[in-house]
């Protein structure tokens, strides 16, 4: 079933000589599902003058064309939304649900619960008290099927982290990514990931090779303030001293590792995660 919605803006003159008109658009969309965990979405209304997409993946709707084609690794419900725009500022939207049964076998995620929708999957994650006082980590479940998130606050330069095992094949490569979110940006602020050999401890900190990472130190203006987004779009390129994996993890034996995320800083240090994601990469 389809819901839709309309909204529309005046021009300070209507009719004034202009030979536009309002029109009212059709956010009515076709999908197919070509293969396995692909799927096309067509608009109906080819004159429409934008197309703004939301593919229920954490990240905010962007400007798209009248046809996408979307690859959903992962076994969910989604809400896809279809926001059409048509002259005059009028624009209409309509949501669609699908329904993948079935992960990737190559591209399925390997963190559980990284989309923190139910206290279930909020119960993958362990918190590990980096500092002992001064930051905090809240775990938070989303409601009726929405995305919950993991909020990290820093204070007084102390951090906290959250973590899970997982299982990585020697010699292969993966994918890691995640949305992040933060209304004061990264001042003072760092917000890092790691593989870790080690189950993460209380009272001791970790560093060395990150996989991504932002520090208000290294990112400069490079993040925008507010943020929302990708962290492998708003990805520090540049760190001092240790080498940055832009996303990609690659161990040398297969065994158990800990995939950790860890964030700290001064007052106003908040950054919010959710649709964190470890992924084999596809070929």
């Known amino acids: 079933m389809a819901i839709g919605s309309f909204s529309g803006c005046s021009p300070d003159e209507t009719g004034s000589g202009n030979s536009l008109v309002e029109t009212t658009p059709d ?3 076709t999908i197919t599902n070509p293969s396995a965990n692909h799927y096309s979405f067509q608009a109906a209304d080819l004159q429409a003058i934008s197309h703004k997409w939301n593919f229920d993946d954490g990240v905010p709707p962007s400007i798209g064309s009248d046809r996408e084609d979307v690859f959903f690794p992962d ?3 989604y809400i896809i939304t279809h926001t059409a725009g048509g002259i005059g500022g009028k624009t209409a939207s309509i949501s669609q649900q699908i329904v993948v049964t079935t992960p990737d076998p190559v591209s399925g995620n390997l963190l559980l619960g990284g989309k923190f929708k139910t206290q279930a999957d909020i119960d993958k994650w362990t918190i590990v008290n980096i500092s002992a006082a001064d930051a905090s980590v809240t775990l938070t479940p989303g409601t009726n099927g929405s995305f919950g998130s993991a909020t990290f606050i820093g204070d007084n330069y102390q951090q906290k982290g959250i973590y899970q095992k997982v299982t990585l094949q020697g010699g292969k490569e993966y994918n890691v990514d995640m949305v992040v979110k933060s209304d004061a940006g990264i001042s003072y602020t760092w917000f890092e990931i790691y ?3 080690e189950q993460p401890m209380d009272n001791h900190d970790y560093g060395g090779d990150k996989i991504l990472r932002l520090s208000s130190w ?8 507010p ?3 990708t962290l492998s779009s708003l990805n520090c390129e540049n760190d001092s001293g240790t080498a940055t994996k832009k996303g990609i993890v690659k161990v040398e034996t297969t065994g158990d590792y800990y995939f950790l995320i860890k964030s700290g800083g001064d007052t106003n240090s908040v950054i919010s995660a959710t649709n964190i994601s470890l992924r084999g990469k596809a070929n």
Request: hydrophobic share 35%.
């Open 27 to 29: 956010a009515s969309f």
């Open 218 to 225: 290294d990112c400069g203006n490079n993040v925008p303030s």
């Open 227 to 229: 943020f929302n987004g």
């Open 75 to 77: 076994a969910d419900t």
């Open 195 to 197: 593989i870790l050999n």
